[in-house]
């Protein structure tokens, strides 16, 4: 690229950004596929530049990275026209789903989920009840700490002789045995969290290729995917973005190209780098 023509104004390269964008590669004698080959980009994705197609590039965020990082090649400077082009975006993509659930499938699938949670509770709690209930024996049962030794413990013979001549009170009575009680295991953590610290655009789709969810999050936002859930996953904005793996952070800088992360999450748990 060094016999590339050195850094122009706008206003030299047509009407619009995408026609200063064409207008500079076609000077440069460069063909699409020679660009989309040293910037690692689809072709389809700087067609959609140059004809300035903005949805089907996702939400302002991925697009000005894209822009930005064309123009550095083609040495163009655009950043006069970056306020227009935002413009155009009016509001956040939304989140879509990628399939439709009838509402009467939401509520009876909601209805499972209870009645599931209501005999686990139940196939739980009652042997634990039944077990711990005074009239199921002949002596009351009692939840103590293990550490502490009950004030009605019974002397044992070697205690006595430990004292002998000493007229000891009445008799106590044999300690109720000790129940002690049950402490929750702790959650697992979900197979793959991300952490925003600023805006950035997010494509996430599964093992089969489908849309689980695509939009704009914003700093403070944070997504969670069970395992078994993830395949592809994009970040626009990567350097925002905070990734968890298992519970422990991951470098997603080995995956980045223009602050743009593509990586891959294995059937086996590791990030692979997503296949262009």
Do not use: C
């Amino acid at each position: 690229m060094s016999d590339i023509r050195s850094m122009q104004s706008p206003s030299m390269a047509g009407s619009g950004v995408g026609a200063a964008l064409r207008q500079a590669r076609e000077q440069a004698g460069l063909s699409l596929e020679q660009v989309g080959k040293q910037l690692k980009m689809q072709v389809r994705a700087l067609e959609s530049l140059e004809a300035e197609q903005w949805e089907r590039l996702g939400a302002w965020v991925f697009v000005r990275g894209q822009l930005r990082s064309y123009a550095r090649f083609l040495k163009l400077d655009i950043e006069p026209y970056l306020p227009q082009v935002q413009a155009g975006f009016e509001r956040p993509a939304e989140l879509v789903s990628h399939t439709y659930t009838p509402h009467y499938q939401v509520v009876l699938e909601s209805i499972g989920r209870r009645a599931v949670y209501v005999v686990l509770t139940a196939a739980i709690a009652i042997p634990v009840w039944l077990a711990t209930r005074p009239h199921l024996g002949n002596e009351a049962r009692r939840t103590a700490s293990l550490e502490v030794v009950p004030v009605d413990a019974k002397v044992t013979p070697a205690a006595s002789a430990a004292s002998p001549g000493k007229v000891h009170g009445p008799s106590r009575r044999q300690a109720s045995p000790i129940t002690a009680s049950l402490a929750p295991l702790p959650r697992s953590a979900p197979a793959l969290s991300l952490r925003f610290s600023g805006d950035s655009w997010v494509q996430v789709s599964g093992p089969d290729g489908e849309l689980v969810e695509q939009g704009l999050f914003e700093a403070g936002d944070q997504r969670s995917y069970r395992k078994g859930e993830v395949g592809d996953v994009v970040l626009g904005n990567a350097a925002a973005v905070e990734v968890q793996l298992a519970g422990s952070t991951v470098d997603t800088a080995p995956y980045q190209r223009a602050n743009v992360a593509r990586f891959t999450v294995s059937s086996e748990g590791s990030l692979e780098p997503a296949e262009r």
